[in-house]
T-cell receptor, first 116, second 109 residues
Framework: DGGITQSPKYLFRKEGQNVTLSCEQN?????MYWYRQDPGQGLRLIYY???????QKGDIAEGYSVSREKKESFPLTVTSAQKNPTAFYLC???????????????FGSGTRLTVV | QKEVEQNSGPLSVPEGAIASLNCTYS??????FFWYRQYSGKSPELIMS??SNGDKEDGRFTAQLNKASQYVSLLIRDSQPSDSATYLC?????????WGAGTKLIIKP
């Protein structure tokens, strides 16, 4: 089955700690995205990557870092510089189809990060 | 800054009635429009996409697009309690999706 897998589902971070959230897709999608969602709020873009070895900052990149060494993988590191990291983190992938307008995203099941 | 606007709600609809969700967008050259449903604590899932002016029907769901007015809507017929969720409107802009904040829909039995 093709899909996008995020792990872990729940993650607890101590103050001053860096943590890495995993996102893997086997859909052969070109682009990958990381979003943050706070309770009752919409999606805010953290980082995105449209091609291997290249990524761009989104609207709220401060305190986060990413890498895209393989097409299938786009891990997100939440650094100690991110002062309020408690949130629901969503990874998404997107295919660039030729000849259609189907640019929809496929989402993983999310990681809920809590600072303890 | 390209924007997508939705009424945050909550929108309360009796079971069996039609729920109407609306979305406006600012990027005049957008060509792809999407509706996602997000249950509480879960990730968004795609329920409808529309690319041409007019209506597109899929079961109980109908998406409507008016590019001249920069307006997209989603109608849910015969609303069920299981339709209670937040509905996100997304608009393609230069390959990326720009997201509305979502409308919370509550179906009352």
């Amino acid at each position: 089955d093709g899909g996008i897998t995020q792990s872990p589902k729940y993650l607890f971070r101590k103050e001053g700690q860096n943590v890495t959230l995993s996102c893997e897709q086997n859909l052969n999608h070109d682009a990958m995205y990381w979003y943050r969602q706070d309770p009752g709020q919409g999606l805010r873009l953290i980082y995105y990557s449209q091609i291997v070895n290249d990524f761009q900052k989104g609207d709220i990149a401060e305190g986060y870092s990413v890498s895209r060494e393989k097409k299938e993988s786009f891990p997100l590191t939440v650094t100690s510089a991110q002062k309020n990291p408690t949130a629901f983190y969503l990874c998404a992938s997107q295919h660039y189809p030729s000849g259609t307008l189907d640019y929809g995203y496929t989402f993983g099941s999310g990681t809920r990060l809590t600072v303890v | 800054q390209k924007e997508v606007e939705q009424n945050s709600g909550p929108l309360s609809v009796p079971e069996g009635a039609i729920a109407s969700l609306n979305c406006t967008y600012s990027d005049r050259v957008s060509q792809s429009f999407f509706w996602y449903r997000q249950y509480s604590g879960k990730s968004p899932e795609l329920i409808m996409s529309i690319y041409s002016n007019g209506d597109k029907e899929d079961g109980r769901f109908t998406a409507q697009l008016n590019k001249a007015s920069q307006y997209v809507s989603l109608l849910i017929r015969d609303s069920q309690p299981s339709d209670s969720a937040t509905y996100l409107c997304a608009v393609n802009s230069n390959y990326q999706l720009i997201w509305g904040a979502g409308t919370k829909l509550i179906i009352k039995p």
